[in-house]
T-cell receptor, first 116, second 114 residues
Framework: DVKVTQSSRYLVKRTGEKVFLECVQD?????MFWYRQDPGLGLRLIYF???????EKGDIPEGYSVSREKKERFSLILESASTNQTSMYLC???????????????FGQGTRLTVV | AQKVTQAQTEISVVEKEDVTLDCVYE???????LFWYKQPPSGELVFLIR??????QNEISGRYSWNFQKSTSSFNFTITASQVVDSAVYFC???????????FGAGTTVTVRA
């Protein structure tokens, strides 16, 4: 089975702290994503990566950065955490296919981050 | 830009009732993919079904069925004879050809009461 593992289920951080959310997948997928989930808003894309050392901004990148030094690991960084970044964060991976998109995403279990 | 709308915020049913979840999408591409995901209380999104834009055939898979209509840009999902374990948040999502980014709807919370 494909496994996407996020390093923490729950995190509590203080305003202004630098926060690292880690995601590791074990199926050699090229594509990795970070989403943020808020009630009534669904999942919104923060950043994504189609290859090692490659990153692209999603719909809501402000206040975040990412790192992908190895194919299996995609890290989300909150440079200076703020209370409005309290949310559920979900990592996903998708294999690169010749048919381009005709495959499901595999999600981690989510990290519920609270910034106080 | 692509967009997915799930107008139903919450649905509550009694066990064994059928539940239909609505999903309307917007895209300029002629080739795209539609998905339904389930998020149980544990938090992890679980893939349920996938459809590409060239295949409007509606199918049944166990207690799940879906109705894809390009003419109305809708991709509705039905759970037949609901069970308490079906209680979850359900998300409809869309991706376009060669673009692996998913656009999600806001989600519909389904509560099945015993």
């Amino acid at each position: 089975d494909v496994k996407v593992t996020q390093s923490s289920r729950y995190l509590v951080k203080r305003t202004g702290e630098k926060v690292f959310l880690e995601c590791v997948q074990d199926m050699d997928h090229e594509n990795m994503f970070w989403y943020r989930q808020d009630p009534g808003l669904g999942l919104r894309l923060i950043y994504f990566s189609y290859d090692v050392k490659m990153k692209e901004k999603g719909d809501i990148p402000e206040g975040y950065s990412v790192s992908r030094e190895k194919k299996e690991r995609f890290s989300l960084i909150l440079e200076s955490a703020s209370t409005n970044q309290t949310s559920m964060y979900l990592c996903a991976s998708i294999p690169l296919l010749r048919t381009g998109g005709d495959t499901e995403a595999f999600f981690g279990q989510g990290t519920r981050l609270t910034v106080v | 830009a692509q967009k997915v709308t799930q107008a139903q915020t919450e649905i509550s049913v009694v066990e064994k009732e059928d539940v239909t979840l609505d999903c309307v999408y917007e895209t300029r591409d002629t080739t795209y993919y539609l998905f339904w995901y389930k998020q149980p209380p544990s938090g992890e999104l679980v893939f349920l079904i996938r459809r590409n834009s060239f295949d409007e055939q509606n199918e049944i898979s166990g207690r799940y069925s879906w109705n894809f209509q390009k003419s109305t840009s809708s991709f509705n999902f039905t759970i037949t004879a609901s069970q308490v374990v079906d209680s979850a948040v359900y998300f409809c999502a869309l991706s376009e050809l060669n673009d692996y980014k998913l656009s999600f709807g806001a989600g519909t919370t389904v509560t099945v009461r015993a």
